[in-house]
Nanobody, 122 residues
Framework: QVQLVESGGGLVQAGGSLRLSCAAS????????MGWFRQAPGQEREFVAA????????YYANSVKGRFTISRDNAKNTSFLQMNNLKPEDTAVYYC???????????????WGQGTQVTVSS
């Protein structure tokens, strides 16, 4: 069982930055692929980024590549999403999730956080 808690969301102007954190419970954090997803009102939940258990490989959606960076600190059971050059279309609720496989589909992730709102004003 893994419990995930996101933090770091907020309101930011276009071009600004935010850093999201995802704190995980449990002693097997490093065995999980960690992913970040987002969901805007009226839209499906979409993949943003993922990182393997060791942190050695990362994956990004094309829409955020070059602007967002996913990382993790296994000693602190925490995953991060650094978001730079934010755009109004990045506005959404952001969720972190844990999976035993590398995937970009929500159904592959067994554990989810409650989400944190990110709002980017133009």
């Amino acid at each position: 069982q893994v419990q995930l808690v996101e933090s770091g969301g907020g309101l930011v102007q276009a071009g600004g930055s935010l850093r999201l954190s995802c704190a995980a419970s449990g002693r097997t954090f490093s065995s999980y692929v960690m992913g970040w997803f987002r969901q805007a009102p009226g839209q499906e939940r979409e993949f943003v980024a993922a990182i393997t258990g060791s942190g050695g490989t990362t994956y990004y959606a094309n829409s955020v590549k070059g602007r967002f960076t996913i990382s993790r600190d296994n000693a602190k059971n925490t995953s991060f999403l650094q978001m730079n050059n934010l755009k109004p279309e990045d506005t959404a609720v952001y969720y972190c999730a844990a999976s035993t496989v590398v995937a970009n589909t929500p159904s592959a992730y067994r554990y989810w956080g409650q989400g944190t709102q990110v709002t980017v004003s133009s």
